[in-house]
């Protein structure tokens, strides 16, 4: 069982920065893709980033060059930093993981940006 559980949201004017972190729990992650996605209001979950359990990295064209996915993997942690937000960028962030195939979502973590 895998628990994933994200924090850093907040509010933030167009322009700004936040980072967000996702603390996994109840197995080692460490050789394990993590991703981020976001849903907006009225609209479908989207893949935003992704990193793979060496360090490969994949982007969304929407978040490329402003947006940065890292990993600790001697604390199970996968970030997200945010620069140059814009107001679409606005919706709940969701941590995701899939070892052996299963899905492991965390409960979100709200970004609003502010024009």
């Known amino acids: 069982q895998v628990q994933l559980v994200e924090s850093g949201g907040g509010l933030v004017q167009a322009g700004g920065s936040l980072r967000l972190s996702c603390a996994a729990s109840?197995?080692?992650?460490?050789?394990?893709?993590m991703a981020w996605h976001r849903q907006a209001p009225g609209k479908q979950r989207e893949f935003v980033a992704l990193?793979?359990?060496?360090?490969?990295?994949i982007y969304a064209d929407s978040v490329k060059g402003r947006f940065t996915i890292s990993r600790d993997n001697t604390k199970n942690t996968v970030f997200l930093q945010m620069n140059s937000l814009k107001p679409e960028d606005t919706a709940v962030y969701y941590c995701?993981?899939?070892?052996?195939?299963?899905?492991?979502w965390g409960q979100g973590t709200q970004v609003t940006v502010s024009s």
């Open positions: 990193i793979t359990g060496d360090g490969t990295t």
């Open positions: 109840g197995s080692t992650l460490r050789l394990v893709a």
């Open positions: 995701k993981t899939s070892p052996l195939g299963r899905d492991y």
